[in-house]
Every structure is written in structure tokens, then in C-alpha cells.
């Protein structure tokens, strides 16, 4: 048993309300914290939408534990207020390396000593930040994967400098939370899962931008050929575009065309994936 009680979640989008609501629902006292009153009505919207995704899909869920997970969230729009007496942070803010460095530049300042940071990160390398947080040995990578209370592999990868304790100390803590942890030796941009997936994914949007097949009738091949239930235009929608765009705009030359092409295609027509009601597909 950890001696983590106290966690904020930093970042409110789709994965951050994902991690916040699966920490709370395990019984853990967790602030949410966004940049300000509109972005945090929004979480509160996606919070009750979890709690109704949990009755439906988790079990014991239904029982009154989906609603009481809510009695255990709080939410913040000032970090020093947020982070008084936080154990953990876990950081879930965009795929855009300045951002992330300066919010750990701040967090650094504001946040008790004994607090521990983790970025959530899905590419980016941990010790890209580590100095930005002012302690890197308490700080590492928990990498969750989206739809957390099902597929709930939780990646944790330290830099040279974590301290060997805190990195099994969030091994922990994320089977505290109902994860199964992937422990990571070294560190490799992807981790294991996006180290997978990127690769899978970019494919596909390279058959799509290039007009070598239509978007649904790549996910038709990818889900008869392999019986997945998902193809990967699905996978898209359900991370959100805005996540494969920061990744594919700090890419190589044609991984910033695939940007160009997703961005004026889908994201300046709105089409952000399912939480926006539509992306390569519609929804509701």
C-alpha cells in the first residue's frame, strides 16, 4: 500500500477526465485541474458521462460506486491551490513540449517537496521535462491507455534520474487504481503501446490522405482481416484529433503533410472525434 492519498490531475480533456474519475472511483481524494471555469464545466459534463459509462460497462459499477466516485473529485483553476497537498500530479495537458516544460516549471514551484510528478505524455520523453520539474528524481511517465477501465494497462518508465523508490511507488499506485502496470526498463519514445500503435495508425492516414482508399472502407479491411472490432479511423476518433496532430506536426517532412492534410480536412471543420460529435465519422 502506497502512501499516496491526495492526486491531482492536471488537464481535463478526454484521457485526463478518464484518469481523474478511474482515481477517484478507486477511492482516492483527486482535484481536476484546468486553466479555467468553462473547461472544468465541460469536465464536469464529461465526469457525468463516466459515471454512466461505468454502470453500463464495469462491474459493481452500477451499485451507487459510479456515483460516489463524483464525491471523491474536486476541481481547481489555480495550480498552487490545486496542488497544496498533493502526494501525486499526474500531468494529461497536450502533446507540445514547451506547454508541458512550462507547467512543470510552474508546478515545481508551487507544489509541496514530497509531491511526486508524472507526466501522462504519449510520445514524448520524460527526461525532455525532467528538468523542468525542479526534483527529477520524483519524477517519471504514467501512460495510461484510453477507455482506462477497460483497457487499463498503466506504462510507468523513469529517466537516469528517478529514484528507484518512486518509481515503485507508482507501479503501485497504479494497481492501486485498478491498472495492471507495464513496468518500462529504459526509455523509448512510445513506450510499448504507442510504439505499437503510432506506427498502425499512420498508415492508415497515409492510405487515406494519399486517396488510396476511403476511411471506412480502410477500418472495413482492418477489422474483417484481422477480426479486430476497431479500425484505426475508429481508434482515431476515439483518442481525439488534436492528440495525432501535435504528434504528426513535430514529425519528419511527411508526418507534418499528414498533419496538414488532417488539419484541413477534420480539425478546422470541427470534426475532432467522437467528444466533438463527429470526425471521421458522426456520432449521436
Known sequence: MTDIKKVVVLGTGVLGSQIAFQTAYSGFHVTAYDINDTVIAAAKERFAGLVETYKNEVAGAADGKAEAALGNLSYATDLADATADADLVIEAVPEVLDLKRSIYTTLGQVAPAKTIFAT?????????????????????????????????????????????????????????????????????????????????????????????????????????????????????????????????????????????????????????????????????
Open 120 to 284: 501522462n505524455s504519449s510520445t514524448l520523453l520524460p527526461s525532455d521535462m525532467a528538468e523542468a520539474t525542479g526534483r527529477p528524481d520524483r519524477f517519471l511517465a504514467l501512460h495510461f491507455a484510453n477507455r482506462v477501465w477497460s483497457s487499463n494497462t498503466a506504462e510507468v518508465m523513469g529517466t537516469a534520474q528517478t529514484s528507484s523508490d518512486i518509481f515503485d511507488t507508482v507501479v503501485e499506485f497504479a494497481s492501486e487504481i485498478g491498472m495492471v502496470p507495464i513496468p518500462i526498463h529504459k526509455e523509448k519514445a512510445g513506450y510499448v503501446l504507442n510504439s505499437l500503435l503510432v506506427p498502425f495508425l499512420n498508415a492508415a492516414l497515409d492510405l487515406a490522405a494519399g486517396d488510396y482508399a476511403a476511411p471506412a472502407d480502410v477500418d472495413k479491411t482492418w477489422r474483417i482481416g484481422t477480426g479486430s472490432p476497431l479500425g484505426p479511423f475508429q481508434i482515431y476518433d476515439i483518442v481525439g484529433l488534436n492528440t495525432p496532430y501535435n504528434i504528426l506536426v513535430n514529425g519528419g517532412p511527411h508526418e507534418k503533410e499528414l498533419a496538414a492534410w488532417l488539419k484541413s480536412n477534420y480539425i478546422d471543420e470541427g470534426k475532432l472525434g467522437v467528444a466533438a460529435g463527429e470526425g471521421f465519422y458522426k456520432y449521436g
